[in-house]
């Protein structure tokens, strides 16, 4: 039992991490503590210490699930707790859980269900039984904790994919859980019927029900169990009775926040849209009663933000519902339509003064809200949502009662636009709903309504308001967001127009004005060619004139902000300085050395408080891409003397959430340099701390100190060697084998180790390395190891200097030293099977060079592996012959494929690692004077065989047709 002492000092060292003066110790002595026995249940104790500061225990709440998070399994589900902390964590956490506050057991929940993700259900059976056993008939807080808590391990199905594990989960909980829920939801409804007029009770029993529809949820979220479907009608009768449930006891003064009643609605709401659109068969009879509740409650809702999310849920089912042709006929005639557009959709979707705050108050949290494509939960898109699924089912006669709205409000507009604009506003969202045809993605709109002109709308009743200088604020974001939103629809020549128009917005004191053009810009740049797919539609030498200006005014309005945290607010503004600078390309150089400080300043301003990763990715992006395209022209160096002090200054404050971007550029500084320009020297002093086995310990450092230490290798092999450190960086290929998640980037160092570091400093380590690597893949391989373990036998195979004593002879004595002869089973039964598994141009060409010398170079392999030999060869022609080979070595600009539209709007903090799209990443080339093209690889494969065949080879007789002529077309190539 922790002593009242031990708990005392956890928590001062809780509240001061919270501090930002005494942050940093304070973390780092909390984490010394991480390794000593009992410091989870420690943590625990100051979570449920009631005479504690609350601000404490919520800190100690957070620290809790960040520590459950790093510290509770390994890949393998390997305890990186001691066992005992690690069943007393299980032991007590329900039950402390169920008697904490609201705020602190959503914390402590989510460590739940990453506690559970691992050990549920066979190394926690009792968790189901414990949770039943705590349900009270009369104790409706601690009922909430049991909930909160099913909730947390339940809600883990829902994004998953069917699998038999799955479901045996869900049955086991299903079998010893679904009794007890339908009890306690009876008990609920009981209860408040029976304190309908106290208000002390509802609350806490809404707060029930609450969970109690997201429960249910999460228990139907896979299928429909038998129970739920045997027990419809008495389930979903109290469900509908509280979507349509009013208590005036529970109506909250706050306009603002929603109250328990709303929530449960909202939740009612996800409910029955699932059960509509995957239980149809079951739900079809009840359906009608739910749907002519939510037109009332849509049509009786006031216009308060507190229902905001209620709205957007039940326009959500009422859309799903239109997803359906058979049931969207309710909706098909004209009559019908008007009504859903005056009652539902035009009241939703129009500005409203909470609106208009939000706009000046907080125009960040606005733009978020407002951007299409966010998952914000909206009126306003959930109307347009509902819109236009009505509109894909009656095109023409939604269009045309949408436009006499449209055309009503414009007229309203035009007789007094000082008093209406809000009028045009909903005009403008209108039309743009209904002129969409399918969904708005990030690449925009892909097709239009054909029964509107779209460019037309916008010249006439939209373009006028970019260049007018007496306008509302909002009216020029809906007119820049039109461009936004129809970008595809406008010619490359349009859309360069609105470039100046576009820019001058950033000189506009409105924020909502200037950001919404960056994003505009932003997704312009990021345009495809819409005949060359593979190509960008703006290139650097339509943005070269005007790339200086915009991104001196972009930094202008981001360094606006005083603190770090506002200087990252706006992540808007630093990924269209991101799409600038990876368009602009080598015509930055010119003013390279102008934008270099600001991101030098922007960086170190917001390391002393990282709060926004979203800002903080494109800022590196960005930052990278400079280094990219302007360093290699710049003095050798000059890079170096600005960058190196800032990045060891982020490594020296253990800046956590900077690290691994400041190791990837790190690398970066190291890969463009020319080649004879000398290893830094401020980085000498970083290449024993980077071996440190710690430091590989943090799953988001690994991929990036990877490649760190791997340049570091290639630009000074030396210093291994006069350091002493061939032992330490084996150590790490060593650790980095023995991963799952890691294993195929041991091997990846491994080739940068025999490749740099001359073979004699090695040869006393290489019989340990191939046993190391048999041993894992006879035990405990991966897909990605076995791949890049076929690359290393190629790689070292292809290798044609000399000086390096490598080649094919060394990369089958390598594997025979571990097992005299086995080379040859690793050869057939991995490494030629994994050559279709190599799919960039350089590895292609690595695994041709790499094979062919291993055939035609080492006359040994034949002699003692004539069948594996055999099957080596009918590997080598495919290889040639595959059509993947022949893609790949079409000439293309790898910056046009570059993946920043691919998982970058979900960065965030975190263990993972946020690779930089921008980040150069040098290969070695082991045969550099063979090209690397299709011909190229016939040729040599051809001299490669006549060159074997003038020492005696014959080629085999009885290899099939396919394989000989290929052979001998190689061969007259040569």
């Given at each position: 039992?922790?002593?009242?002492?031990?708990?005392?000092?956890?928590?001062?060292?809780?509240?001061?991490?919270?501090?930002?003066?005494?942050?940093?110790?304070?973390?780092?002595?909390?984490?010394?503590?991480?390794?000593?026995?009992?410091?989870?249940?420690?943590?625990?104790?100051?979570?449920?210490?009631?005479?504690?500061?609350?601000?404490?225990?919520?800190?100690g709440a957070?620290?809790?699930?960040?520590?459950?998070?790093?510290?509770?399994?390994?890949e393998?589900?390997n305890?990186?707790?001691?066992?005992?902390?690690?069943?007393?964590?299980?032991?007590?956490?329900?039950?402390?859980?169920?008697?904490?506050?609201?705020?602190?057991?959503?914390?402590?929940?989510?460590?739940?269900?990453?506690?559970?993700?691992?050990?549920?259900?066979?190394?926690?059976?009792?968790?189901?039984?414990?949770?039943?056993?705590?349900?009270?008939?009369?104790?409706?807080?601690?009922?909430?904790?049991?909930?909160?808590?099913?909730?947390?391990?339940?809600?883990?199905?829902?994004?998953l994919?069917?699998?038999?594990?799955?479901?045996?989960?869900?049955?086991?909980?299903?079998?010893?859980?679904?009794?007890?829920?339908?009890?306690?939801?009876?008990?609920?409804?009981?209860?408040?019927?029976?304190?309908?007029?106290?208000?002390?009770?509802?609350?806490?029993?809404?707060h029930?029900?609450?969970?109690?529809?997201?429960?249910?949820?999460?228990?139907?979220?896979?299928?429909?169990?038998?129970?739920?479907e045997?027990?419809?009608?008495?389930?979903?009768?109290?469900?509908?009775?509280?979507l349509?449930?009013t208590?005036?006891?529970?109506?909250?003064?706050?306009?603002?926040?929603?109250?328990?009643?709303?929530?449960?609605?909202?939740s009612?709401?996800?409910?029955?849209?699932?059960?509509?659109?995957?239980?149809?068969?079951?739900?079809?009879?009840?359906?009608?009663?739910?749907?002519?509740?939510?037109?009332?409650?849509?049509?009786?809702?006031?216009?308060?933000?507190?229902?905001?999310?209620?709205i957007?849920?039940?326009?959500?089912?009422?859309?799903?519902?239109?997803?359906?042709?058979?049931?969207?006929?309710?909706?098909?005639?004209?009559?019908?339509?008007?009504?859903?557009?005056?009652?539902?959709?035009?009241p939703?979707?129009?500005?409203?003064?909470?609106?208009?705050?939000l706009?000046?108050?907080?125009?960040?949290?606005?733009?978020?809200r407002?951007?299409?494509?966010?998952?914000?939960?909206?009126?306003?898109?959930?109307?347009?949502?509902?819109l236009?699924?009505?509109?894909?089912?009656?095109?023409?006669?939604?269009?045309?009662?949408?436009?006499?709205?449209?055309?009503?409000?414009?007229?309203?507009?035009?007789?007094?636009?000082?008093?209406?604009?809000?009028?045009?506003?909903?005009?403008?969202?209108?039309?743009?709903?209904?002129?969409?045809?399918?969904?708005v993605?990030?690449?925009?709109?892909?097709?239009?309504?054909?029964?509107?002109?779209?460019?037309?709308?916008?010249?006439?009743?939209?373009?006028?308001?970019l260049?007018?200088?007496?306008?509302?604020s909002?009216?020029?974001?809906?007119?820049i967001k039109?461009?936004?939103?129809?970008?595809n629809?406008?010619?490359?020549?349009?859309?360069?127009?609105?470039?100046?128009?576009?820019?001058?917005?950033?000189?506009?004191?409105?924020?909502?004005?200037?950001?919404?053009?960056?994003?505009?810009?932003?997704?312009?740049?990021?345009?495809?060619?819409?005949?060359?797919?593979?190509?960008?539609?703006?290139?650097k030498?339509?943005?070269?004139?005007?790339?200086?200006?915009?991104?001196?005014?972009?930094?202008?309005?981001?360094?606006?902000?005083?603190?770090?945290?506002?200087?990252?607010?706006?992540?808007?503004?630093?990924?269209?300085?991101?799409?600038?600078?990876?368009?602009?390309?080598?015509?930055?150089?010119?003013?390279?050395?102008?934008?270099?400080?600001?991101?030098?300043?922007?960086?170190?301003e917001?390391?002393?408080?990282p709060?926004?990763?979203?800002?903080?990715?494109?800022?590196?992006?960005?930052?990278?891409?400079?280094?990219r395209?302007?360093?290699?022209?710049?003095?050798?160096?000059?890079?170096?003397?600005?960058?190196?002090?800032?990045?060891?200054?982020?490594?020296?404050?253990d800046v956590?959430?900077?690290?691994?971007?400041?190791f990837?550029?790190?690398?970066?500084?190291?890969?463009?340099?020319p080649?004879?320009?000398?290893?830094?020297?401020?980085?000498?002093?970083?290449v024993?701390?980077?071996?440190?086995?710690?430091?590989?310990e943090?799953?988001?450092?690994?991929?990036?100190?990877?490649?760190?230490?791997?340049?570091?290798?290639?630009?000074?092999?030396?210093?291994?060697?006069?350091?002493?450190?061939?032992e330490?960086?084996?150590?790490?290929?060593?650790?980095?084998?023995?991963?799952?998640?890691?294993?195929?980037?041991?091997?990846?160092?491994?080739?940068?180790?025999?490749?740099?570091?001359?073979?004699?400093?090695?040869?006393?380590?290489?019989r340990?390395?191939?046993?190391?690597?048999?041993?894992?893949?006879?035990?405990?391989?991966?897909?990605?190891?076995v791949?890049?373990?076929?690359?290393?036998?190629?790689?070292?195979?292809?290798?044609?200097?000399?000086?390096?004593?490598?080649?094919?002879?060394?990369?089958?004595?390598?594997?025979?030293q571990?097992q005299?002869?086995?080379f040859?089973?690793?050869?057939?039964?991995?490494?030629?099977?994994?050559?279709?598994?190599?799919?960039?141009?350089?590895?292609?060409?690595?695994?041709?060079?790499?094979?062919?010398?291993?055939?035609?170079?080492?006359?040994?392999?034949?002699?003692?592996?004539p069948?594996?030999?055999?099957?080596?060869?009918?590997?080598?022609?495919?290889?040639?012959?595959?059509?993947?080979?022949?893609?790949?070595?079409?000439?293309?600009?790898?910056?046009?494929?570059?993946?920043?539209?691919?998982?970058?709007?979900?960065?965030?903090?975190?263990?993972?690692?946020?690779?930089?799209?921008?980040?150069?990443?040098?290969?070695?080339?082991?045969?550099?004077?063979?090209?690397?093209?299709?011909s190229?690889?016939?040729?040599?494969?051809?001299?490669?065989?006549q060159?074997?065949?003038?020492?005696?080879?014959?080629?085999?007789?009885?290899?099939?047709?396919?394989?000989?002529?290929?052979?001998?077309?190689?061969?007259?190539?040569?």
């Amino acid at each position: 039992m922790a002593s009242a002492q031990e708990i005392q000092q956890i928590a001062s060292l809780l509240e001061s991490s919270l501090n930002p003066a005494t942050a940093k110790q304070a973390e780092s002595t909390l984490k010394l503590n991480e390794g000593q026995s009992g410091f989870a249940i420690l943590l625990l104790h100051v979570v449920a210490t009631s005479s504690l500061p609350q601000i404490s225990r919520l800190a100690g709440a957070l620290f809790f699930k960040n520590f459950i998070r790093r510290k509770w399994t390994d890949e393998n589900r390997n305890y990186l707790i001691p066992v005992e902390d690690a069943k007393a964590v299980k032991k007590e956490i329900i039950g402390l859980m169920i008697t904490l506050p609201t705020s602190l057991q959503v914390q402590l929940g989510e460590s739940v269900s990453i506690i559970a993700d691992s050990d549920f259900p066979d190394r926690w059976p009792e968790l189901i039984d414990d949770l039943v056993f705590r349900l009270s008939s009369t104790d409706v807080v601690s009922n909430n904790g049991v909930l909160q808590v099913a909730h947390s391990i339940f809600k883990r199905w829902r994004p998953l994919y069917r699998s038999d594990a799955l479901f045996s989960e869900i049955k086991l909980v299903l079998d010893k859980f679904c009794i007890p829920f339908m009890s306690l939801f009876q008990q609920t409804d009981a209860l408040i019927s029976q304190n309908q007029n106290n208000k002390d009770a509802l609350l806490p029993l809404f707060h029930s029900m609450q969970l109690i529809f997201k429960v249910y949820f999460d228990l139907n979220c896979q299928d429909i169990p038998e129970f739920f479907e045997d027990n419809i009608a008495l389930l979903m009768g109290l469900v509908h009775k509280y979507l349509s449930y009013t208590n005036p006891l529970l109506i909250t003064e706050d306009e603002d926040e929603s109250g328990p009643l709303e929530e449960s609605k909202a939740s009612i709401c996800e409910l029955i849209q699932l059960y509509s659109q995957r239980y149809d068969d079951v739900f079809r009879d009840l359906l009608p009663s739910f749907v002519e509740t939510t037109w009332n409650l849509l049509t009786t809702t006031g216009p308060e933000p507190k229902y905001d999310v209620l709205i957007s849920k039940a326009l959500g089912f009422l859309t799903a519902i239109c997803k359906s042709p058979e049931r969207a006929k309710m909706f098909g005639s004209e009559d019908i339509l008007k009504q859903v557009v005056e009652k539902i959709v035009l009241p939703n979707m129009s500005l409203r003064p909470s609106d208009e705050e939000l706009f000046e108050d907080d125009p960040i949290e606005y733009t978020r809200r407002d951007l299409e494509g966010s998952d914000s939960d909206t009126r306003r898109r959930a109307a347009t949502d509902f819109l236009r699924e009505l509109k894909e089912r009656f095109e023409s006669l939604v269009t045309e009662v949408v436009m006499s709205y449209v055309q009503h409000y414009l007229q309203q507009y035009n007789a007094n636009p000082t008093e209406n604009w809000r009028s045009k506003d909903t005009a403008v969202y209108l039309f743009s709903s209904v002129a969409v045809k399918g969904t708005v993605t990030a690449s925009g709109v892909s097709a239009t309504n054909l029964l509107l002109d779209v460019v037309g709308f916008f010249s006439q009743n939209v373009a006028p308001d970019l260049i007018s200088g007496n306008i509302q604020s909002i009216l020029k974001v809906d007119a820049i967001k039109f461009i936004h939103t129809f970008r595809n629809q406008l010619t490359k020549q349009q859309l360069a127009e609105t470039f100046p128009v576009l820019s001058s917005m950033f000189l506009s004191p409105d924020y909502v004005v200037f950001t919404y053009a960056a994003i505009t810009i932003e997704r312009i740049l990021s345009m495809k060619n819409s005949i060359q797919k593979t190509q960008m539609q703006f290139d650097k030498n339509d943005i070269a004139p005007i790339a200086e200006d915009l991104l001196i005014n972009l930094f202008r309005l981001i360094e606006k902000g005083q603190t770090p945290e506002k200087l990252a607010e706006n992540e808007f503004l630093m990924r269209c300085c991101m799409r600038v600078i990876i368009t602009a390309k080598e015509s930055i150089v010119g003013y390279s050395d102008a934008i270099l400080p600001h991101l030098v300043g922007i960086i170190t301003e917001t390391s002393k408080n990282p709060s926004n990763p979203k800002f903080t990715h494109y800022t590196f992006e960005s930052l990278s891409a400079v280094i990219r395209f302007a360093a290699p022209s710049k003095p050798s160096g000059s890079f170096d003397s600005v960058l190196i002090p800032v990045f060891l200054e982020i490594l020296g404050q253990d800046v956590t959430e900077f690290i691994p971007y400041v190791f990837q550029l790190l690398a970066q500084l190291l890969d463009v340099a020319p080649r004879d320009a000398s290893f830094p020297s401020a980085l000498a002093p970083l290449v024993r701390p980077l071996l440190a086995p710690s430091l590989w310990e943090t799953k988001g450092n690994v991929p990036a100190l990877t490649h760190l230490l791997e340049s570091m290798l290639s630009r000074n092999p030396e210093i291994f060697v006069t350091e002493g450190l061939i032992e330490p960086v084996l150590g790490v290929f060593q650790k980095l084998l023995s991963s799952r998640l890691n294993d195929h980037f041991g091997i990846e160092l491994l080739e940068y180790v025999l490749y740099y570091i001359p073979i004699e400093h090695l040869q006393k380590y290489t019989r340990q390395i191939a046993m190391l690597i048999l041993q894992r893949l006879q035990t405990s391989r991966t897909e990605k190891l076995v791949v890049r373990v076929a690359h290393l036998v190629y790689f070292l195979s292809a290798v044609t200097d000399p000086a390096k004593n490598l080649g094919p002879n060394f990369s089958i004595g390598l594997v025979d030293q571990a097992q005299a002869g086995i080379f040859g089973e690793v050869f057939t039964a991995f490494v030629v099977p994994a050559t279709s598994k190599l799919h960039s141009s350089a590895e292609k060409k690595v695994a041709v060079i790499g094979l062919a010398r291993i055939l035609f170079d080492a006359p040994g392999f034949l002699q003692s592996n004539p069948t594996k030999w055999q099957i080596g060869l009918s590997g080598l022609v495919n290889a040639i012959k595959s059509d993947s080979l022949v893609g790949v070595f079409e000439s293309t600009d790898p910056m046009d494929d570059l993946s920043l539209d691919r998982g970058d709007e979900d960065v965030v903090f975190s263990a993972s690692f946020s690779k930089l799209a921008t980040v150069s990443v040098s290969v070695i080339d082991p045969a550099p004077e063979i090209a690397s093209d299709i011909s190229s690889l016939k040729k040599f494969t051809g001299s490669m065989i006549q060159k074997s065949m003038s020492g005696g080879l014959k080629l085999p007789q009885n290899a099939p047709q396919e394989i000989q002529d290929a052979l001998h077309e190689f061969v007259a190539m040569a």
